[in-house]
Structures are given as structure tokens and as C-alpha cells.
């Protein structure tokens, strides 16, 4: 597709559970990005890809969450065993490899944790 | 670390007023600045951008934002709101010259447009 596709578009948990998070960024992108967006708290920086460089974890909460991404291409969020606290919505952004940082959002995922 | 401050959490006018959202940020070395804008059930979009050059930037839908080195702002502006403005709009900031290539946001700002 032309934009940043990501699923669940809604989730909802139970305490304890995990979740997996999907992100497929826009074709040719090779910066890939993960914020969680929590209401009144505005965009919180997760975690960073940009092509084959080791990702820039430096915004993830706790050990209990984690991302991959397969090929280049697709992200996926991981949050194990969740809390009542991780409930937010969770943003992909991707974009190209210059230095501008202009970033293409996806709709974002709402995961509420029972 | 980086920080960017917008100080209005909530903004009411009515149409036709103009529009200032302030924004500071708190790294002094070369920043990239942006705007972008979240509208009633869609997705974050840039509204406009500073990299350098003239620091009087023109967005879409007659946004414009002003880079005051001096005073770490980039404040962004509307002569004349429409209703069709009402929206979150959070300002943004990474810093190249660092290597930080993450854009650090702004907690938003709310504007509800009155017709």
C-alpha cells in the first residue's frame, strides 16, 4: 500500500498477556520507528531501526517489551506479560534514509489491557 | 536529554481568530523543527518543517511557523482559523548534528475551533 499499514488497528487484553504489534512501513523506507501515544503524555519514543545498524532501544519502558524487524521491512512490537499501564496507542513511522527525519505515521494500534 | 515544551495543553477560539501554539525546545546545538498536526480520527501528518535558511516557514493550510534561535522557539502560526483547523497539533525536534536521528515530541496541543 501507499502508506504505513499497521494491525491490530484494536486490542484488547487481559492483564498478563501478550501481544504482538504489526508495522509495515512504506515501501523503499529504511528507517522504521515505534511511539506509544498515551492520552495527556503525547508521543513517547520507543524504538528506533534504520536499516541494517543495530536499533536504537533506548525508549523501550521495560524489559517486557521488544521489537523485531524481519528483512528491512516489517516490525513487529512484542509486550509480554502486560499491564494495566501499557494500555496506550501504539505509532509505527517509517522513513527514508536521509537526515530531514520527516516521518510518514501509520494509523496507530489501541491496546487496552484489561 | 532533548525536551520540547508546548505550553498550551488547550486551545478555544472562535473562527476567523488567529492562531500562535508556542513551542521551546531545549538542545542548543543544529535542530531539525516540525509541526505536525493529528485531526479528529486520523493519523499524525506533517504540517511543516525547518531545516534551514530563512526561518519564516510556510506549511499547508496556511500554517507558518517562525525559528527563533535565540530563543529555542518554534512557535507556529494562522492568521485566521476555520473550524476545519480543530485538531492536536504537536511540535517535534531532532537533532542531526548529535547523530539523534528520533524525533522528540511535544505532549500537543488541543485547538477546538468554534463556528
Known amino acids: ?114 | 536529554a532533548q525536551s520540547v515544551s508546548q505550553h498550551n495543553h488547550h486551545v478555544i477560539l472562535s473562527e476567523a481568530a488567529s492562531l500562535e501554539l508556542g513551542c521551546n525546545y531545549s538542545y542548543g546545538g543544529t535542530v531539525n523543527l516540525f509541526w505536525y498536526v493529528q485531526y479528529p480520527g486520523q493519523h499524525l501528518q506533517l504540517l511543516l518543517k525547518y531545516f534551514s535558511g530563512d526561518p519564516l516557514v510556510k506549511g499547508i493550510k496556511g500554517f507558518e511557523a517562525e525559528f527563533i534561535k535565540s530563543k529555542f522557539s518554534f512557535n507556529l502560526r494562522k492568521p485566521s482559523v476555520q473550524w476545519s483547523d480543530t485538531a492536536e497539533y504537536f511540535c517535534a525536534v531532532n537533532m542531526p548534528g548529535a547523530g539523534s536521528y528520533q524525533l522528540t515530541f511535544g505532549k500537543g496541543t488541543k485547538l477546538s475551533v468554534i463556528p
Open chain 1, 1 to 114: 500500500g501507499a502508506g504505513v499499514s499497521q494491525s491490530p488497528s484494536n486490542k484488547v487484553t487481559e492483564k498478563g498477556k501478550d501481544v504482538e504489534l504489526r508495522c509495515d512501513p512504506i515501501s523503499g523506507h529504511t528507517a522504521l520507528y515505534w511511539y506509544r501515544q498515551s492520552l495527556g503524555q503525547g508521543l513517547e519514543f520507543l524504538i528506533y531501526f534504520q536499516g541494517n545498524s543495530a536499533p536504537d532501544k533506548s525508549g523501550l519502558p521495560s524489559d517486557r517489551f521488544s521489537a523485531e524487524r524481519t528483512g528491512g521491512s516489517v516490525s513487529t512490537l512484542t509486550i509480554q506479560r502486560t499491564q494495566q499501564e501499557d494500555s496506550a496507542v501504539y505509532l509505527c513511522a517509517s522513513s527514508s534514509r536521509d537526515l530531514t527525519g520527516e516521518l510518514f505515521f501509520g494509523e496507530g494500534s489501541r491496546l487496552t489491557v484489561l
